[in-house]
């Protein structure tokens, strides 16, 4: 079993930068892919970005560049967000996987506005 808790959403201007974290409990951590996922409103839930269990990323077109993915031995994973545009604003979902496991966080909310 995994638990994860998300923080760090909040209300930015266009263009700052906004850091998420995602603490993971339960043992195998380190065999976990580790997803970011975002949905806003009326929208399907997307992938944003994520990190296999040997460091290899991955990113939506859309967030190449501005976002970084990071994952620590202490069992937590981070989405850097720089550059945020208002089509940003969403609900960020952190996700872990391994085969048919399939973990996620309860979400926060990220809101790019001026």
């Known amino acids: 079993q995994v638990q994860l808790v998300e923080s760090g959403g909040g209300l930015v201007q266009p263009g700052e930068s906004l850091r998420l974290s995602c603490a993971a409990s339960g043992t195998q951590f380190s065999l976990y892919t580790m997803g970011w996922y975002r949905q806003a409103p009326g929208k399907k839930r997307e992938l944003v970005a994520s990190v296999n269990n040997v460091g290899s990323t991955t990113y939506t077109d859309s967030v190449k560049g501005r976002f970084t993915i990071s994952r620590d031995n202490a069992k937590n994973v981070y989405l850097q967000m720089n550059s945020l545009k208002p089509e940003d604003t969403a609900t960020y979902y952190c996700?872990?996987?391994?085969?048919?496991?399939?973990?996620w966080g309860q979400g926060t909310l990220v809101t790019v506005s001026e």
């Open positions: 996700n872990a996987r391994y085969f048919t496991l399939d973990y």
